[in-house]
């Protein structure tokens, strides 16, 4: 079983930066991949990021070029460096992991983009 906990959302300007964490723990042998979903009022949820255990990420097109994840293995700590905020990026942003078949979901942490 793993445990995830998202940090660091919160209100920020549109050009804003913002980094967000999930720090995971629990019975980690073989996390597949680790990534972050939003999930906006009235829209349907969006795969934002992901890395896997090769270190391979993915970007949606949306964010492509403006957020960047990362990973730190020694902190089991994922990040999501969000720049170049627009209000449309406001949404709760959700961790999970895949592990042997399962996927863990975190309890999410709120992005708001607003003047």
């Known amino acids: 079983q793993v445990q995830l906990a998202e940090s660091g959302g919160g209100l920020v300007q549109p050009g804003g930066s913002l980094n967000i964490s999930c720090a995971y723990s629990?019975?980690?042998?073989?996390?597949?991949?680790m990534g972050w979903y939003r999930q906006a009022p009235g829209k349907q949820s969006e795969l934002v990021s992901f890395?896997?255990?090769?270190?391979?990420?993915r970007e949606a097109g949306s964010v492509k070029g403006r957020f960047t994840i990362s990973r730190d293995n020694a902190k089991n700590t994922v990040y999501l460096q969000m720049n170049s905020l627009k209000p449309e990026d406001t949404a709760v942003y959700l961790c999970?992991?895949?592990?042997?078949?399962?996927?863990?979901w975190g309890q999410g942490t709120q992005v708001t983009v607003s003047s």
């Open positions: 890395i896997t255990s090769d270190g391979f990420t």
């Open positions: 999970y992991a895949v592990m042997e078949g399962h996927i863990y």
């Open positions: 629990g019975k980690i042998f073989s996390i597949n991949a």
